[in-house]
């Protein structure tokens, strides 16, 4: 039991020390790297909980292929150090602020809601041996297409949606149209002068 | 461990998340920190997920993580195409869809 601990902190600061390097660096690059670190943390955090499949998702998924995907965009529009906020103006001191006031909502919310089972280590889980085990694959998998099919569809059209949005955002606007090059007028000097 | 370790630190996780979406300057960082946020609230729902013995939450953190995919996507796209128009990549410059 004290491995599961032990673990339990390794991860937990590893997730927040990815956090805080997600906001506290000022070069984009290194914000994605941490992210990367706080994903795996979370990862591990699932797997204490015995979400095998989600855990797996996210870190082929989401630390895989959506950190790639930020990492090239990063690159490609080559991520300057940026300074931190300056102090002048409030937002310097109401950003952290709002956030610790958040913090400490939420953890009031959680602790004194009277849940009963917050303070145990949850339901029982254990399932026959030939059965789908809590958070596996399996278990997971026959949810998505029993109870949850329509919640599934919708997600997958979502992302066939946002797909072609990317696409369609991110596409060069000439050469499509107009196959004969022709020069498009420069954007910069068509302010009419009142 | 109990759950509300859990519970605890995905506040936390969100209350930083907050801040740099409040406090930071670059759209890239911005989608990173909405991103935490995003994954502040699936590890409250695992864990819930675990309190209750049920798998319910862990498809409705499955589901979120399609919507952030979708989410960074699109925000890539607008940055990209920000960039290939050559504005500002600053979130406070970018004040044209006032009303």
């Not at chain 1, 795996?40 to 082929?60: D, P, T, W, Y």
């Not at chain 1, 809590?134 to 297409?145: D, Q, R, T, V, Y």
């Amino acid at each position: 039991m004290w491995f599961e601990q032990v673990l339990f902190f390794i991860a937990g600061i590893g997730a927040l020390a990815g956090a805080l390097g997600v906001v506290l660096l000022q070069n984009p690059f290194y914000s994605v790297l941490s992210l990367v670190g706080h994903l795996l943390g979370l990862a591990v955090l699932f797997l204490l909980l015995n979400a095998e499949f989600i855990a797996a998702a996210q870190v082929v998924v989401y630390a895989g292929a959506v950190m790639v995907l930020y990492l090239f965009v990063v690159a490609y529009i080559g991520g300057a150090d940026e300074p931190l906020r300056p102090e002048s103006g409030g937002v310097a001191l109401f950003g952290p602020l709002f956030a610790l006031a958040i913090a400490v909502e939420l953890c009031i919310a959680f602790i004194a809601s009277g849940l009963q089972a917050l303070d145990t280590r949850g339901a029982d889980v254990a399932r026959p041996e030939n059965a789908d085990q809590f958070g596996s694959p399996g278990a997971i998998g026959e949810l998505l297409l029993t109870d949850f099919l329509l919640p599934f569809e919708a997600a997958s059209f979502l992302l066939l949606v946002a797909a072609v949005g990317a696409v369609v955002l991110a596409r060069r606007r000439r050469g499509l149209e107009e196959p004969s090059e022709r020069p498009e007028p420069p954007t910069e000097t068509l302010e009419v002068r009142v | 461990m109990d759950i509300t370790w859990y519970l605890v630190l995905s506040a936390f996780v969100f209350a930083i998340g907050a801040a740099g979406v409040i406090s930071r300057r670059n759209p890239l960082v911005v989608l990173l920190c909405l991103e935490l946020m995003l994954n502040a609230g699936n590890l409250a729902l695992v864990a819930f997920s675990r309190m209750h013995g049920g798998e319910a939450g862990q498809v409705f953190a499955l589901v979120v993580m399609v919507i952030a995919a979708c989410e960074v996507v699109i925000g890539l796209g607008i940055i990209v195409a920000m960039y290939r128009n050559r504005l500002p990549i600053d979130v406070d410059e970018m004040s044209e869809l006032r009303g």
